[in-house]
């Protein structure tokens, strides 16, 4: 029982490169997010989902994409990448039944030059 | 939401009870209180939740005030592996979003 696995743990992006960070749980659980967190401060929401088919954005969503085309798998893409994107991110899961209990995954440190 | 105000940072002695406040004055009543902390690097960790009754579980216990504008985590015996930012975070019964802000910070010293 894996929890919530993120890849990967450590990216480099230029300016304008696109990329997918990778984030899956294998605990059935109906709820996943993801989260940035910029240095010193707290966590931000930027999409989440409350099962698949269904997705809905959060506090900071431009930039950024999701789907769930199945309950495991909520990969967060980043169209054009933008310095501003420079964080790391967290993915989390968690069950319908105890929804407040948040499992998160170990980030992905990401910077965009 | 309601809004929630925490100190930015506390310490604590280790063995020591740590008694960690939170602000939450435009708390409405159907909204929880939930705490959350994470440590160094990691991604947080749940710790507790409540509605108005005060909770304790293995890790923490959690005192609200009647009037609910406030509450306490209570970690009993902090250890140095208590180190971390800790979160109170308010949100609606029904709805799936946390809202994380910049927590306290909380040193448990030797």
């Known amino acids: 029982n894996a929890g919530v696995t993120q890849t990967p743990k450590f990216q480099v992006l230029k300016t304008g490169q696109s990329m997918t960070l990778q984030c899956a749980q294998d605990?059935?659980?109906?709820?996943m997010s993801w989260y940035r967190q910029d240095p010193g401060m707290g966590l931000r929401l930027i999409h989440y989902?409350?099962?698949?088919?269904?997705?809905d954005q959060g506090e900071v969503p431009n930039g950024y994409n999701v789907s769930r085309s199945t309950t495991e798998d909520f990969p967060l893409r980043l169209l054009s990448a933008a310095p501003s994107q420079t964080s790391v991110y967290f993915c989390?899961?968690?069950?319908?039944?105890?929804?407040?209990?948040?499992?998160f995954g170990s980030g992905t440190q990401l910077s965009v030059l | 939401d309601a809004k929630t105000t925490q100190p930015p940072s506390m310490d604590c002695a280790e063995g020591r009870a740590a008694n960690l406040p939170c602000n939450h004055s435009?708390?409405?009543?159907?909204?929880?209180v939930y705490w959350y902390r994470q440590i160094h690097s990691q991604g947080p960790q749940y710790i507790i939740h409540?509605?108005?009754n005060n909770e304790t579980n293995e890790m923490a216990s959690l005192i609200i005030t009647e009037d609910r504008k406030s509450s306490t985590l209570i970690l009993p015996h902090a250890t140095l592996r208590d180190t971390a930012v800790y979160y109170c975070?308010?949100?609606?019964?029904?709805?799936?979003?946390?809202?994380f802000g910049a927590g306290t910070t909380v040193t448990v010293r030797a």
């Open positions: 989390a899961s968690s069950p319908r039944e105890t929804r407040e209990k948040l499992f």
């Open positions: 605990m059935n659980h109906e709820y």
């Open positions: 989902s409350v099962g698949a088919g269904i997705t």
């Open positions: 435009t708390i409405s009543g159907n909204e929880y």
């Open positions: 409540g509605l108005k």
């Open positions: 975070i308010v949100r609606g019964g029904n709805d799936y979003k946390l809202s």
